[in-house]
């Protein structure tokens, strides 16, 4: 038998039974294998990442839901050997995941509604084919998606507290003024201010500081970290200024009013004028004169307003914030008449001794007042007095002074009563009575005649 033969008999002789042996020999090491090193199934909990942002990026897309799709975790369960699973395998080296690029474009009417997506899973090449991917848990999520937009938005500064007693803050000077906001457009829609608070406790100079803008929506929310601002940080310059009272000086009257009408009062609303600016100008303006008014031909009352603001423009001071920074001036005017009067003398009052005095029964006055006062006056309704002391025997002319309404006047000349002063009368000696005699005695011879100074007759 050749070597060939031999060969050939040794793979061909009782092949049922090699075969039968190899088999056995394979089960026998796959059972050794597997009690030395089982195969396991063992889940695994990883946060879901989200890839493929530039591409909705670049679509003018943003995902609503992010930060919930960031938070979730997915259950993987992974069958592989224990060595596998225990020494090769890990969270750090397997992954969940959702890619974007899925969905750079979108329909209007998906946008804002919850979209799924599949979730996908990622371990390392070199252990793809010693692992199996059992399940994920979830398998999929949804994604809500929105238009990517921007759009300016002004800054609003709130002032915390007050300045010092006596000082206020001016008008605010912010850098920027106004910031570029950009997010999702139901975000962006949702947006009333973007607020920087400042605290003026107790101020008394300029206040300058860097403050963080803090965007806020109709509900009053907080949602900075839901956009993008084009500055983070905003710089205000506040003034900061004493302030006073200014009282308003009544303005010049220009013309005059129709015949027949006079000016009965003239009234200033407000009268006084809150300014602020530096100590020193505050002090040195005593008051704040207005423009003229011109009451030429008016019949009525006249209302005019004046800005004082016109007043102060020169000036370096300002008319404090929420406070008026228009007078009105209102002219009152009233209908002029005259009126004569006969007064009685004997209701005037007389200074000094009537008793050899005798006077005119009645003089004449004439009044000029408004209509309104002049009703009231009749003969008996002045009061008057003159003056009659240190006058001398004769004829007398005496100023009449009387106690007038206000805003009547006498009509010409002050008012004279005739006066005329006769010769004074001897007192008469009254005789002593009982209790003013002093007592004497009774003489007891009469006294002696004295003679006569009168010569007798012839």
Not at 157 to 180: R, T
Not at 363 to 379: F, T
Not at 410 to 424: C, D, F, N, R
């Amino acid at each position: 038998m050749t070597m060939f033969e031999k060969i050939k008999a040794l793979f061909t002789n009782n092949i049922l039974w090699k075969g039968v042996a190899l088999v056995m020999a394979v089960m026998l090491w796959l059972i050794a294998v597997n009690i030395e090193d089982p195969v396991l199934a063992e889940d695994y909990l990883v946060p879901l990442q989200i890839i493929g942002m530039d591409a909705l990026n670049q679509n003018d897309l943003v995902l609503l839901n992010e930060d919930a799709l960031k938070s979730a975790t997915i259950r993987i369960r992974v069958r592989a050997t224990r060595k596998v699973l225990t020494t090769r395998l890990s969270k750090s080296n397997i992954s969940a995941y959702i890619d974007m690029k899925n969905f750079t474009v979108v329909s209007p009417d998906k946008i804002g509604k919850e979209l799924p997506i599949q979730i996908d899973f990622d371990i390392p090449q070199t252990l793809e084919a010693e692992t199996e991917i059992l399940k994920l848990t979830p398998s999929s999520v949804n994604v809500i998606l929105d238009y990517y937009e921007t759009k300016e938005v002004p800054v609003n500064i709130i002032i915390s507290k007050k300045p010092a007693q006596g000082y206020v803050a001016g008008e605010a000077a912010l850098d920027p003024s106004v910031i570029n906001v950009s997010g999702a457009k139901s975000i962006l829609d949702s947006i009333e201010t973007i607020n920087v608070e400042a605290s003026l406790d107790g101020a008394t100079e300029d206040y300058q500081d860097l403050l963080k803008p803090v965007v806020t929506d109709i509900n009053d929310n907080d949602i900075t970290n839901k956009v993008k601002l084009s500055a983070l940080e905003v710089s205000a310059n506040i003034p900061i200024y004493k302030q006073g009272r200014i009282p308003v000086k009544k303005p010049e009257i220009i013309g005059y009013a129709a015949n027949g009408y006079t000016i009965t009062n003239v009234k200033i609303d407000p009268e006084f004028i809150d300014v602020v600016g530096k100590t020193e100008e505050i002090e040195a303006l005593k008051e704040i004169a207005i423009e003229p008014v011109s009451i030429s031909g008016a019949s009525s009352d006249q209302v005019f307003t004046r800005d004082v603001r016109d007043f102060l423009r020169p000036t370096n001071l300002n008319v404090k914030n929420g406070t008026p920074h228009e007078v009105t001036v209102t002219v009152f005017l009233e209908r002029e008449i005259t009126k004569t009067l006969s007064v009685e003398s004997s209701t005037l009052a007389v200074i000094g001794d009537r008793n050899n005095a005798t006077f005119d029964e009645e003089i004449s006055v004439q009044l000029k007042g408004v209509e309104r006062v002049m009703a009231s006056i009749d003969d008996n309704g002045l009061s008057g007095s003159f003056n009659i002391e240190n006058l001398e025997q004769g004829t007398h002319y005496v100023d009449v002074e009387f106690i007038l309404p206000e805003g009547v006047t006498i009509v010409g000349e002050t008012p004279q009563i005739k006066v005329i002063i006769g010769e004074a009368e001897e007192a008469e000696t009254q005789p002593p009575t009982e209790t003013n005699i002093p007592p004497t005695e009774e003489p007891s011879e009469p006294p002696e005649e004295e003679p006569s100074e009168t010569p007798p007759e012839p």
